[in-house]
């Protein structure tokens, strides 16, 4: 297996919610498009939705790496499923896979568990060599029938021996405008219960040599930064270190933002330094206005911290974005409404209102999947926007109406000028890109209240209908012997359609089956699987007008999956209908 290009995807969810305007995409394929390239590959990186991909370039790579975090691993699925069915080998990485490596195997001949920086190049490495990945760390491979999963490194990536991330391997989109991504860090001291990070990288914080960060920076003057670590003032000597050479170096960057927590507001040295060096947003994990949900979060704040925070980084002149965790097993309806009137007393600059989502591989996924209480696995759901599980003191609907409502009103029109002779135009800004953001958000997920009910209703069950369709005769021939027929069975469970079809398809027994799937599916639903591995056509023109029928069903649905034969192409279906046409359409080979 010889490989001379590489293409490395970062997917991204086309639904729209308050970042979905954010173009800065994570440094993890840069760094390891940056290590292939030194070893002679041809590299190429690309972020986006499926349906903006340049299909015709990533078809001609030897090898294609995904990586994904939960709300985008369906997104990943549904294009590995497709490489794979093109004959190009597909190694899936990122958080999601790493919990679940026998999901992300489904879609994939590999999957690359943990940290990725050595064990991706050491893969091509071996696959390059024709030799079977078995003795590195992490890997997730089939031998035969049998899934293999070797252990993960015991030794934590020492990131100072990382190179400093080729920017211009993306094709598109990637940092040609925004802020640009620097990594100075790893890991979080802290233990949220709901944060995948530590699972993924630890508790250990390992910090980048200043020099090397310095170097980095260098390379950026005259652009805006964005460190996207996860607690950029978790050690505040190197913090100091950091910024004082910044001013020492002179280096000219327009300004920068980074994730904090509320402790870094108390160290006026700190402060004073971030706000020579340009600081003029932070990013600040407050999460809930509730003291006994802040307890259960494990955060190690207060009330009384989060507010003098805001006041003390406002004093400062850095705006805030605050972002909040609803839906705790302590929250009620009370307190989203409170939670509301409080960013808007303290004057916070932006908000993001996120209903508290069970990420896999986070204490919190452990402890509602335990109790029974999560209510769908469609991990695309998973974005903080939607109401995933039960929640104790409030219904799922009412968690993700008043999360909704949340967002309306603090980005109402009405307070999008409340910060201007506060923190001035930037604020004003991005509370008008909120506001539309939301409207959009509102209109595209009408029907998610439907989607819960049917979520939650789990004694409910369709019973299967039946029909039977025998083959009519079509100039004067017939395509099958007598007795041919098109059989369709239809069954439903919490929502999700089911439709297997088998027998033969022609003109006139399509539409006695677009009669029967009319009759018997609702005008919205959240999922439909249509099963075509026992469907045969009668001609390409029957393919095609089967094609038409799956976009119109598909504007019905959330989600439509198309179950085939395995090996073999479905005819009916091309590759601007698959990535763009169904925005949602995943392909699903089923193996004899």
Same mark, same amino acid.
């Given at each position: 297996?010889? %490989?001379?290009?590489?293409?490395?995807?970062?997917?991204?969810?086309?639904?729209?919610? /308050?970042?979905?305007?954010?173009?800065?995409?994570?440094?993890?394929?840069?760094?390891?498009?940056? !290590?292939? =390239?030194?070893?002679?590959?041809?590299?190429? @990186?690309?972020?986006?939705?499926?349906?903006?991909?340049?299909?015709?370039? @990533?078809?001609?790579?030897?090898?294609?790496?995904?990586?994904?975090?939960?709300?985008?691993?369906?997104?990943?699925?549904?294009?590995?499923?497709?490489?794979?069915?093109?004959?190009?080998?597909?190694?899936?990485?990122?958080?999601?896979?790493?919990?679940?490596?026998?999901?992300?195997?489904?879609?994939?001949?590999?999957? /690359?568990?943990?940290?990725?920086?050595?064990? %991706?190049?050491?893969?091509?490495?071996?696959?390059?060599?024709?030799?079977?990945?078995?003795? @590195?760390?992490? @890997?997730?491979?089939?031998?035969?029938?049998?899934?293999?999963?070797?252990?993960?490194?015991?030794?934590?990536?020492?990131?100072?021996?990382?190179?400093?991330?080729?920017?211009?391997?993306?094709?598109?989109?990637?940092?040609?405008?925004?802020?640009?991504?620097?990594?100075?860090?790893?890991?979080?001291?802290?233990?949220?219960? %709901?944060?995948?990070?530590?699972?993924?990288?630890?508790?250990? $914080?390992?910090?980048?040599?200043?020099?090397?960060?310095?170097?980095?920076?260098?390379?950026? &003057?005259?652009?805006?930064? %964005?460190?996207?670590?996860?607690?950029?003032?978790?050690?505040?000597?190197?913090?100091?270190?950091?910024?004082?050479?910044?001013?020492?170096?002179?280096?000219?960057?327009?300004?920068?933002?980074?994730?904090?927590?509320?402790?870094?507001? #108390?160290?006026?040295?700190?402060?004073?330094?971030?706000?020579?060096?340009?600081?003029?947003?932070?990013?600040?994990?407050?999460? &809930?206005?509730?003291?006994?949900?802040?307890?259960? $979060?494990?955060?190690?704040?207060?009330?009384?911290?989060?507010?003098?925070?805001?006041?003390?980084?406002?004093?400062?002149?850095?705006?805030?974005?605050?972002?909040?965790?609803?839906?705790?097993?302590?929250?009620?309806?009370?307190?989203?409404?409170?939670?509301?009137?409080?960013?808007?007393?303290?004057?916070?600059?932006?908000?993001?209102?996120?209903?508290?989502?069970?990420?896999?591989?986070?204490?919190?996924?452990? =402890?509602?999947?335990?109790?029974?209480?999560?209510?769908?696995?469609?991990?695309?759901? $998973?974005?903080?926007?939607?109401? /995933?599980?039960?929640?104790?003191?409030?219904?799922?609907?009412?968690?993700?109406?008043?999360?909704?409502?949340?967002?309306?009103?603090?980005?109402?029109?009405?307070?999008?000028?409340?910060?201007?002779?506060?923190?001035?135009?930037?604020?004003?800004? $991005?509370?008008? /890109?909120?506001?539309?953001?939301?409207?959009?958000?509102?209109?595209?997920?009408?029907?998610?209240?439907?989607?819960?009910?049917?979520?939650?209703?789990?004694?409910?069950?369709?019973?299967?209908?039946?029909?039977?369709? !025998?083959?009519?005769?079509?100039?004067?021939?017939?395509?099958?012997?007598?007795? &041919?027929?098109?059989?369709?069975?239809?069954?439903?469970?919490?929502?999700?359609?089911?439709?297997?079809?088998?027998?033969?398809?022609?003109?006139?027994?399509?539409?006695?089956?677009?009669?029967?799937? !009319?009759?018997?599916?609702?005008?919205?639903?959240? !999922?439909?699987?249509?099963?075509?591995?026992?469907?045969?056509?009668?001609?390409?023109?029957?393919?095609?007008?089967?094609?038409?029928?799956?976009? #119109?069903?598909?504007?019905?649905?959330?989600?439509?999956?198309?179950?085939?034969?395995?090996?073999?192409?479905?005819?009916?279906?091309?590759?601007?209908?698959?990535?763009?046409?169904?925005?949602?359409?995943?392909?699903?080979?089923?193996?004899?």
């Amino acid at each position: 297996m010889k %490989f001379e290009k590489i293409a490395l995807i970062e997917p991204q969810a086309s639904g729209g919610h /308050v970042f979905s305007k954010t173009h800065m995409p994570r440094l993890g394929l840069p760094i390891l498009g940056t !290590q292939l =390239k030194e070893l002679g590959y041809a590299v190429a @990186i690309y972020v986006g939705p499926a349906s903006s991909l340049p299909w015709e370039e @990533i078809l001609e790579a030897d090898l294609v790496g995904i990586s994904a975090i939960t709300p985008t691993s369906r997104e990943a699925y549904r294009i590995a499923a497709y490489l794979r069915h093109a004959n190009i080998p597909v190694v899936i990485g990122g958080i999601h896979a790493t919990f679940l490596p026998d999901e992300a195997m489904q879609y994939a001949d590999y999957v /690359v568990r943990g940290e990725a920086d050595f064990t %991706f190049p050491a893969l091509v490495a071996c696959l390059h060599a024709g030799k079977s990945p078995q003795e @590195i760390p992490g @890997i997730s491979y089939r031998d035969g029938e049998e899934i293999i999963h070797n252990p993960c490194a015991t030794e934590w990536v020492n990131i100072n021996e990382l190179p400093i991330p080729d920017l211009s391997l993306f094709v598109r989109g990637g940092i040609r405008r925004g802020a640009v991504p620097v990594m100075t860090s790893r890991g979080c001291p802290f233990n949220c219960t %709901f944060c995948s990070v530590t699972p993924m990288f630890g508790r250990g $914080y390992r910090y980048r040599s200043t020099e090397n960060v310095l170097q980095e920076l260098s390379r950026y &003057s005259g652009r805006h930064i %964005f460190f996207c670590d996860d607690n950029f003032a978790a050690n505040r000597r190197r913090s100091l270190e950091l910024l004082q050479g910044i001013i020492d170096r002179k280096i000219k960057i327009r300004g920068w933002g980074a994730q904090m927590r509320v402790e870094a507001s #108390r160290d006026d040295e700190l402060m004073a330094m971030m706000r020579r060096t340009g600081c003029h947003i932070v990013y600040l994990g407050l999460e &809930s206005i509730n003291a006994d949900t802040l307890k259960a $979060y494990n955060k190690k704040q207060s009330v009384e911290d989060i507010a003098d925070a805001i006041r003390r980084y406002h004093a400062y002149g850095m705006r805030v974005h605050g972002m909040f965790v609803l839906g705790g097993d302590d929250d009620t309806v009370e307190t989203i409404r409170e939670t509301v009137d409080f960013a808007l007393r303290l004057r916070i600059d932006t908000v993001q209102f996120l209903m508290l989502t069970p990420l896999p591989g986070t204490p919190l996924f452990e =402890k509602l999947e335990r109790e029974g209480r999560l209510l769908t696995r469609d991990w695309e759901l $998973y974005d903080g926007h939607h109401a /995933v599980f039960q929640p104790a003191r409030m219904t799922a609907e009412q968690l993700q109406e008043e999360t909704v409502r949340a967002f309306q009103r603090f980005y109402a029109p009405a307070h999008i000028m409340q910060n201007f002779f506060f923190t001035g135009w930037p604020s004003a800004l $991005y509370r008008g /890109v909120g506001w539309m953001l939301v409207r959009r958000f509102v209109r595209e997920n009408r029907c998610y209240r439907q989607f819960l009910e049917q979520f939650q209703n789990e004694g409910r069950r369709v019973p299967l209908l039946y029909r039977r369709v !025998q083959t009519l005769q079509v100039n004067n021939r017939r395509h099958e012997p007598a007795g &041919s027929h098109l059989k369709i069975f239809i069954a439903e469970n919490r929502g999700i359609f089911y439709v297997r079809l088998r027998g033969f398809l022609d003109r006139l027994t399509l539409k006695e089956m677009k009669r029967s799937l !009319q009759g018997h599916l609702p005008a919205r639903f959240f !999922q439909l699987v249509v099963d075509t591995k026992e469907l045969s056509f009668a001609s390409d023109k029957a393919s095609r007008s089967f094609s038409r029928l799956l976009d #119109r069903l598909q504007k019905r649905a959330h989600r439509l999956q198309l179950i085939y034969s395995a090996g073999e192409r479905p005819r009916f279906l091309s590759l601007r209908q698959y990535f763009s046409k169904l925005s949602r359409f995943e392909l699903l080979p089923h193996k004899r």
